[in-house]
């Protein structure tokens, strides 16, 4: 079932009752997208989120049922993927409730995650994100020489150059 912004904020909502302390939540991928309003919704629910809030937001995902995925990395992990240390800070805020911090990746950081699977519907998020945020082939390269793959190196290397030739003018 496709997830639009307003499903998404009333999922947080519920969650945000039961959580017994505030955390930080960083939307990622699809999620983020759509939170960022460059795509309508999403299939699944993806985030990042401080290690320390890592078992609270799990422990309440547990009570709740939702009947979506939910799937969460710690400090900056992006399926197999790891970002810079910065990319909560720089991360995009989304909206404050009383117990969540709710934020997006960076429109740079969403495609360079992308670029790790490279599968079709990655390919369109990747080409929406560099049209719709006017993002240039020099930050994205800059950034990506930040990001651990975890996996074989050379495959992301590969999806990167792709990216970089056929995705600009």
């Given at each position: 079932?496709?997830l639009d912004k ?9 969650v945000d009752?039961?959580?017994?302390r505030p955390v930080?939540?960083v939307?990622v991928?699809?999620t983020?997208?759509?939170?960022l309003?460059?795509k309508?919704?999403?299939?699944d629910?993806?985030f990042?989120?401080p290690?320390?809030d890592?078992v609270e937001?799990n422990k309440?995902l547990?009570?709740?049922p939702?009947?979506?995925e ?7 992990q992006v399926?197999s993927?790891?970002l810079?240390d910065d990319c909560i800070?720089?991360s ?9 911090d ?5 429109p ?10 490279l ?5 369109q ?11 240039t082939?020099?930050?994205i390269?800059?950034?990506?020489k930040d990001v ?5 190196e050379e495959?992301?290397?590969i ?7 056929n995705?600009?003018?």
């Amino acid at each position: 079932m496709p997830l639009d912004k307003s499903a998404l904020f009333g999922f947080l909502e519920e969650v945000d009752k039961e959580l017994d302390r505030p955390v930080t939540l960083v939307a990622v991928g699809g999620t983020a997208l759509t939170l960022l309003d460059a795509k309508p919704s999403t299939r699944d629910v993806d985030f990042t989120l401080p290690s320390v809030d890592y078992v609270e937001f799990n422990k309440v995902l547990k009570r709740i049922p939702h009947g979506f995925e939910v799937q969460c990395w710690k400090d900056c992990q992006v399926f197999s993927q790891f970002l810079p240390d910065d990319c909560i800070k720089k991360s995009v805020p989304i909206r404050k409730t009383k117990n969540i911090d709710l934020r997006a990746l960076r429109p740079v950081d969403i495609v360079v995650t992308k670029i790790g699977r490279l599968e079709p519907k990655d390919k369109q998020d990747i080409e929406s994100c560099i049209r719709r945020f006017h993002l240039t082939k020099r930050e994205i390269a800059r950034r990506a020489k930040d990001v651990e793959y975890v996996g074989r190196e050379e495959n992301y290397r590969i999806n990167l150059t792709y990216v970089l030739d056929n995705f600009f003018d």
